[in-house]
């Protein structure tokens, strides 16, 4: 059965199809004087903000930030993403968790951790797949855990989950804002921050998380490196503009590597911190961690866009009004996850999802289903998930796993690279790509 109306013209406008920034179409959107006044008077008060702090800014502030405020998701909002797409996707990795608790010797208490659930399709996904393995899962005690800053989400996320089954924390500034009972019974609690989730065995997943994380921008000049800076425009007070800084700032200083060729850089240091607590979690008490997402291999350069209907967004214009985006460095994250764990992949998305066997599921969704449309909604977002030129190649997963993980015979699913790859040594039937 498909859990979700799934409309192909909608979807072919996901945002990882485009790169660069545009404006957006006169007279489109209504602004928010709001956030636009809360940046201009503070940039007036101290001077440019980096990217960084206008980007975390806009998509967070906790009163009028976007990812606050909006239900940005499916064909109504403003972008969709592969759990909205198809259950096939979540149900997979789901299969990806169960096979990765079972390959670490089905520990007694499995946690379900989600960075930035979204609505909560893909967590009930993998849910339904614990509850239909559960003569496997079964005997461990199971727990899932949402990372997500947005209280609207949240909510959201409740709903879909528990059927009403949960409670919000009545203070709050506290570390669990929401707890409840999911519809399959298991406890379920809700987090603003990584670090307040308790330590345990834990499967981490995060899709479409980290592109959504500031980002700082930095640009090579005749001077030496500079740091992009949001500044408001000196003829119009309610315009904002690029600026590079004029000496090097803190951020241009750590974060660029000496040996750096690209004219132009983006560096997500907080994802950077993320992969660095989810790989000191899974070195300290076992676990891994998938994280999926468009990105590359530390070879380009200016990804940084705004979405807002399905298009794109001038990314200074009316902000907190449209989604906020870069595309993911892979690279980075692998270095930042340090050699205290195995870092496999990235792959793509069309290789991960075959090596875990969408083919054969979606041939079991086909027999199962009576009506035509159904069942070209089922091949149309099996097209949509790995098709070359749609998502297939340009969303990449990466997985993080304790390094006790590539010892055993049967190497971690679904990270298989693809055979005409050129990469080098396979390690267990998988190539292990930063110990260093
Ligand atoms: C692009 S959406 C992806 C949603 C979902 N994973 C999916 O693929 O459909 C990003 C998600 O991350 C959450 N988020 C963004 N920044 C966050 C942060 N700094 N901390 C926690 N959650 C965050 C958003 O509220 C949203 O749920």
Redesign the pocket.
């Known amino acids: 059965m498909i859990s979700r109306v799934f409309s192909p013209s909608a979807a072919v406008r996901w945002r990882a199809a485009h790169r660069l920034t545009c404006s957006a179409p006169p007279g489109e959107e209504k602004p928010r004087p709001s956030m636009l006044r809360h940046l201009t008077s503070r940039i007036k008060a101290t001077g440019p903000i980096t990217v960084s702090e206008y980007m975390r800014e806009v ?2 502030n906790p009163v009028a930030g976007y ?1 606050v405020r909006n239900n940005m ?1 499916g064909p109504e909002g403003d972008f969709i ?4 797409i198809s259950q096939m996707f979540g149900e997979l990795l789901g299969v990806w968790t169960v096979s990765e608790w079972m390959a670490a010797g089905r520990p007694e208490r499995l946690q379900l951790v989600e ?5 909560g ?2 967590a009930a996904d993998v849910l339904r797949v614990f509850h239909q393995l559960r003569s496997v899962v079964g005997g461990a005690s199971v727990s899932l855990h949402l ?4 209280p609207l ?1 949240s909510r959201l996320q409740a709903e879909n989950l528990t059927g009403g089954r949960s409670r919000q924390a009545d203070a709050e500034d506290v570390p669990v804002y929401r707890r409840g009972e999911t519809t399959t019974g298991l406890p379920v609690s809700w987090y ?1 921050r990584l670090e307040d989730v308790p330590s345990g065995f834990s499967i981490f997943l995060a ?3 980290f ?3 500031p980002i700082h921008k930095f640009q090579r000049t005749q001077r030496g490196w500079r740091e992009v800076m949001v500044d408001v425009d000196p003829g119009n007070a309610d315009q904002l503009r690029f600026v590079l800084a004029p000496s090097p700032t803190p951020a241009s200083g750590s974060l660029l590597q000496a040996d750096e060729r690209r004219g132009h850089v983006e560096v997500c240091a907080e994802g950077g911190v993320v992969v660095q607590q989810l790989a000191q979690r899974i070195q300290q008490d076992g676990g891994a961690a998938l994280i999926a997402d468009y990105g590359h291999d530390g070879t380009k350069m200016d990804t940084f866009r705004g979405f807002k209907g399905h298009r794109l967004h001038d990314v200074l214009s009316s902000p907190g009004s449209a989604d906020l985006t870069a595309d993911v460095d892979f690279s980075f994250l692998r270095r930042m996850a340090g050699g205290g764990v195995a870092c496999l992949g990235p792959v793509t998305q069309a290789t991960f999802l075959k090596n875990m066997g969408i083919e054969s599921r979606l041939q079991v969704l086909l027999k199962n289903c009576g009506d035509a449309s159904t069942r070209q909604q089922l091949l149309a977002s099996y097209d949509m998930l790995t098709s070359r030129s749609k998502m297939g190649e340009r969303f990449l997963f990466l997985g993080l796993l304790h390094r006790s993980r590539l010892a055993r015979p049967a190497g971690p699913a679904g990270l298989k690279l693809e055979k005409k790859s050129a990469a080098p040594l396979p390690v267990g039937g998988f190539t292990e790509l930063s110990f260093s």
Do not use: N
């Not at 993403?81 to 909205?84: A, G, I, M, Y």
């Not at 960075?115 to 609505?119: A, F, K, Y």
């Not at 990372?147 to 947005?150: A, D, I, K, N, P």
């Open positions: 998509l967070t990812y998701l993403t592969s759990p909205e960075l930035g659930p979204g609505r399709s893909m990372v997500e800053v947005s989400l603003r899709h479409e998380f592109d959504a994380l």
